[in-house]
């Protein structure tokens, strides 16, 4: 969204939890929430922090509906994610924080594991028709960089999706998905 206020609730919250380290806000629309968890895993991974909060917020803005309007992106009947029935999206406003640590660490502080991330992969469609006619070029590269050839993905349980609920969308995420799986699971 490019709202420089964003960057001061980041802030907030940090001294609001005593915690230190980088606050910072990735506005990348739909993506912004998986590039989040993205640079958290690496800070982990590289020893730069000992724990990261990561939060993800969708608000809904004028400019945002417009936009979809513009686009025809948005639903006259209910979202309805890969549904042989959906007609497009409906914006709504949703927040979400979770903690990582690096398994070890979880371990060692007797935490709670709810999910244990084994890999993540973004990449872009470069230019295209549009963030409702996504191309399967670019969700195969992703794939393929969250599961490098030998990863074991009959261990998936669950997958991140975009799912715009529109018919192009959907139908593109879902034959990159299948090609991405296919001869990689047992049946």
Request: charged residues 20%; aromatic residues 4%; contains cysteine.
């Amino acid at each position: 969204s490019g709202d420089p206020a964003a960057g001061v609730v980041a802030r907030s919250i940090s001294q609001a939890l005593r915690v230190s380290g980088p606050s910072l806000v990735i506005s990348s629309a739909c993506a912004a929430s998986l590039q989040a968890v993205l640079i958290a895993a690496r800070a982990l991974q590289l020893g730069q922090v000992g724990m990261a909060i990561v939060g993800g917020a969708s608000t809904c803005r004028a400019d945002t509906h417009i936009e979809f309007s513009k686009a025809r992106a948005n639903s006259a009947t209910g979202s309805r994610p890969f549904d042989a029935e959906a007609d497009g999206v409906i914006c709504s406003e949703g927040y979400v924080a979770i903690v990582m640590k690096t398994l070890e660490q979880a371990v060692a502080d007797g935490d709670t594991i709810h999910a244990v991330v084994r890999g993540l992969g973004v990449s872009s469609d470069g230019r295209g028709k549009g963030p409702w006619a996504p191309q399967s070029e670019g969700q195969m590269l992703a794939i393929r960089r969250a599961y490098h050839s030998d990863a074991d993905m009959s261990r998936v349980q669950y997958i991140e999706a975009h799912a715009t609920s529109t018919q192009r969308g959907d139908a593109t995420e879902l034959r990159s998905l299948a090609r991405a799986f296919e001869g990689r699971i047992a049946p």
